[in-house]
């Protein structure tokens, strides 16, 4: 499973098949990780800081955390796509075809002066997380898609 977790500043991403439920997160900050909670992820609750330092201890790398670099990452579905926008503008976005079997991404791909900073990978998550919500398989022809989907 995948998820995002997303305040103002940073994004948060969770990949629950690598989390080896080792607590250095809850340790390093508890005010934001808390398992007996839903979500267990709560950004808000501590200072950036603090969850900065509690993702970057995670032993199993199932969390890695970014900035938002005040870039909005979306869902599309009417034209099967993530999508990521700098105020009105659209600079990324991750394709999907979806068929009886399931979604496929094909695409993935940001503007050359947003590059470098996690925003194809957040494309990537929203896909992963909205099909998962829905029950979905998704596999990916698109190479960053699938290195995303295997880490």
Sequence with gaps: ??????????VILWNSDRCQHAKACRHGSPETFDPTR??????????????WKAVENCPSGALSILYRHGIEVVMDPDNCRSIARDGDRVIGECEYQASPSGWCIYHTGVSPEHEGKGIAKRLVYKVLE?????SIAV??????AAKVISE
Excluded: F
Aim: include cysteine.
């Design 1 to 10: 499973m995948h998820r995002l977790y997303e305040n103002d500043d940073i």
């Design 38 to 51: 839903r979500p267990w992820i709560q950004l808000g609750n501590a200072e950036n800081a603090k969850v």
């Design 130 to 134: 909205a099909a998962e919500k829905q």
């Design 139 to 144: 596999s990916a022809t698109c190479s960053y």
